[in-house]
């Protein structure tokens, strides 16, 4: 059988019988893929410590088999593309991540690949790895944000203080105040409209908010998403990013 190389980022891991999993994993070839992966479980000298590469958010160097009449692919081999610093370790910043993967898993609904889409996950969770404190508050704002662009309904920026307020559903800021519920006031418009003019995390230090307003905006942004994406749902990780950035 054909193998193909390709990088991936691990979404999820579910256990499958007494020593395998399958795991969820946007790959960079294929885009999102679910690989039957056999003896990870087992603790020997082989399989010891590979489960540890196949949790959430982890990006890897993938030897991989693909077939695109099934469902399920098979791994022949997986390593560590990038040894992440502090996410694994950092509650702070581990929190950040799984914020982020929790929003890709909500919003990657079809396998197709989108190279420009899988480099910018990739480069912003080493972003995220080498990020200030300063920088990771204002980071899933920030990724929320940016992600929605390559979904097709990102937020157009032509915020004024005569176009104050941000419409979540037409994603576009307006210059009266929506009749629906989804919008934002001129004050998160405009924090809104900065966010999207970062070209580079570093930048985010920049944004100085406070406990209550990225609250707002991470619910706003949940919203936004929910009303662009079918069956999106509420996020479950959004209560513990809170807790944590409290």
Known sequence: MVTH????????????????????????????????????RVTSKKGSGKANLLQPCAILDLVVYHNEMKNLQRIKEFR??????????????NSVALFMIELLQRSLKQPEPNPSLFNFVEDAFIHLDKASDAVSANFPLYFAVSLSG?????ITDRFTPALAYLDLEEGKFSDTRPSHMHFLEEENSRIVSDLLKVMQPSELSQLKLNQETRRVLLHALETFYALHIEDFGKMKTLPVLEAVLS
């Open 5 to 40: 190389k390709t990088k991936g980022i691990v979404l999820r891991t579910v256990r499958y019988g007494e020593t395998s999993v399958i795991a969820a994993i946007y790959t960079e070839l294929f885009g999102l893929q679910s690989y039957l992966v056999n003896g990870v």
């Open 80 to 93: 560590w593309g990038y040894v992440y610093e502090s996410i694994f370790f950092n509650v702070f910043r």
């Open 150 to 154: 390559f979904y097709g309904f990102r």
